[in-house]
């Protein structure tokens, strides 16, 4: 595996991989590497060659009082784990690489990055959809690898790529989660103790709102106030908000029809932590995937 650095070393190695009518994947990370991205770097393995992996903690997508600075980061022992996985290149460049000065472009995809966690993370989006856009042009995939618990983000991805007539194809991978539930997430590292326990309710309040959708529940207002219930029965966790959404648009639901998605978000402790679950309602009944 190579380490790639610059800018226009990795962007040579996109466009000799084009030339040779090679397939490239890539999966942007910000490092603090687990299964959920390693499941991604599979997906990626058996589609295409080569394979690019990016690992850049990108500060346009933190606020102010995030935890930029804290945000955990482990070099030397992710390159060794991506390295087994064989990926061709690992991409990380410096900050100066990726905003040198003067840097005044942003993007934002407007309607979808205003809600859920653009409600309460202003601007978030505005700083992933800028960087995710530079990499792309950058690496130049033709398909990009990214989780379904970043859902929102995800859509917001899909959008930004339609809007743009960009050629990288999205492929979503599903939730990797330990095996009590916890979906995987590079801040999970944040836990310790109590609050490694009260971190399950995330899951646990989705999958009391799963356990009512299969009994035949179908009230968004009912589910939505179910899985509250189950948040107020943790001490560790505080809420940040519970909704019931249509996957396409973001916005909420009265019933469940088509695409939906359950979404949560909450602190435990001082870190913040999002989880959601897919409903594919049809003719045939109401599909919940966790």
């Known amino acids: 595996m190579e380490i790639i650095r610059t ?11 084009r030339a040779k009518e090679r397939v ?31 690992i850049f903690v990108n500060p346009n ?36 690489e990726m905003y040198p000065g003067g840097f005044r472009t942003l993007v934002s995809v407007e309607g979808l990055s205003d809600r859920l966690e653009g409600r309460s993370r202003p601007g978030h989006f505005r700083g992933v959809t800028t960087v995710v856009l530079k990499l792309f042009e950058i690496v130049q995939p033709q398909r990009a690898y990214f989780g379904r618990k970043d859902a929102q983000q995800l859509r917001i991805i899909r959008q930004m790529v339609a809007d743009l007539n960009l050629d990288t194809q999205i492929v979503s991978c599903p939730i990797a989660r330990e095996a009590d539930g916890l979906a995987m997430s590079s801040r999970n590292a944040y836990l310790q103790g109590d609050d490694r326990r009260a971190a399950t309710i995330l899951y646990r309040a989705l999958s009391a709102a799963k356990k009512e959708i299969e009994a035949g529940e179908v009230e968004s207002g009912r589910l939505i ?17 519970a909704e019931i959404v249509d996957a396409e648009t973001l916005e909420p639901v009265i019933r469940l029809r088509k ?8 602190f ?23």
């Open 259 to 266: 695409s939906c998605l359950a979404l949560v978000a909450a």
């Open 225 to 241: 106030e179910s899985m509250r219930r189950v948040f107020a029965t943790e001490r560790g966790a505080v809420l940040d908000y």
């Open 61 to 96: 997508q933190f606020g102010v009082g995030e935890d930029l600075q804290k945000y955990p980061r482990r070099f030397d022992q992710d390159a060794e784990a991506l390295e087994k996985l064989g990926v061709d290149y690992l991409f990380a460049p410096e900050v100066s």
């Open 24 to 54: 490239l994947g890539f999966v942007p990370t910000m490092g603090a590497l687990h299964e959920g991205h390693f499941s991604l770097v599979r997906a990626a393995k058996q589609d295409c060659s080569p394979v690019v992996v990016s």
């Open 7 to 17: 800018i226009d070393w990795i962007k040579q190695i996109a466009r000799d991989s």
């Open 268 to 290: 435990i402790g001082k870190t913040r932590l999002i989880d959601n679950a897919q409903i594919e309602a049809s003719g045939g009944g109401i599909t919940v995937v966790l």
